[in-house]
């Protein structure tokens, strides 16, 4: 039985203040549902981590990073380490996030050294994956996640990847309020989940979570997270108010 799994994506928003209340708020308000039957989890960006970490230290609720960079320690400037956000209270690191592959330019080969990094580092990674709308107009879906998972978790076995939790995001429902249908969503965790079967073994990918990503709120969340091989929600842009957010927890219990 998969616990569902809750995580938002607060993105280059907030600021010290704001971060903090925004913290408290979802700790504050889960208190009742996070931990018990539904993980939760808030990626500020880099500069809050630690006042948000403190924010919901008495709580369930767990912090994750947005991006991390591959290299342990030296002369890397502008980058963060495994080490460095375990340090600060870290448990969880996005990578992949389609914004990173997309506005940054990063390659499957990258997210795959981050990732094993993350790893590595005794972080629990949230791979993203998911198509461009173009690619999905031109039939190309499968064939993007799947590359995207294949390459992105190249090298590592089973027992290491049972740390990773999947989000499929397809960009085109990222930030502009479109939505896969519910069995659009469910029909690429399918693939995903098979896909891991084939890669690996059933037991791990029945074990593994998957979440969906692209324009969850609290009106669609439980319909989404009622289909078999939905696991959870990504969330950016609603778990930017308590209220929201909240409501997808809700929703996950
Ligand atoms: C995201 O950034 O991962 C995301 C899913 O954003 P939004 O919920 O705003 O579409």
Not at 92 to 97: F, I, T
Request: charged share 20%.
């Amino acid at each position: 039985m998969r616990k569902p799994f809750v995580a938002g994506n607060w993105k280059m928003n907030t600021d010290s203040r704001s971060s903090v209340a925004l913290a408290t708020g979802v700790a504050e308000g889960s208190v009742e549902s996070a931990g018990q039957n539904v993980d939760v989890a808030v990626c500020p960006p880099f500069v809050y981590l630690r006042a948000v970490a403190g924010a919901v230290s008495s709580s369930s609720v767990a912090v994750g990073a947005q991006d991390i960079y591959f290299e342990e320690k030296g002369a890397f400037t502008g980058e963060i380490s495994a080490s460095m956000l375990k340090d600060i209270g870290c448990t969880y690191a996005l990578c992949g996030h389609s914004e990173r592959r997309h506005v940054i330019g990063e390659t499957d080969e990258l997210v795959n050294k981050k990732l094993t990094a993350a790893i590595a580092g005794g972080l629990l990674p949230i791979l993203c994956v998911g198509e461009l709308q173009s690619e999905r107009e031109g039939g190309q879906t499968e064939e993007v996640v799947a590359r995207h998972v294949k390459e992105g978790l190249a090298g590592l076995s089973a027992e290491k990847v049972s740390a990773v939790t999947v989000a499929y995001e397809p960009v085109w429902a990222i930030g502009t309020g479109l939505t896969a249908t519910p069995d659009q969503a469910q029909q690429m965790h399918a693939f995903i989940r098979k896909l891991l079967s084939d890669l690996y073994d059933n037991k791990m990918a029945d074990a593994i979570r998957i979440l969906y990503g692209g324009s969850a709120k609290p009106g669609n969340a439980a319909e989404l997270m009622s289909q078999g091989d939905i696991d959870g929600l990504l969330v950016g842009g609603a778990s930017l108010k308590a209220e929201d957010f909240l409501g997808i927890i809700q929703a996950a219990v």
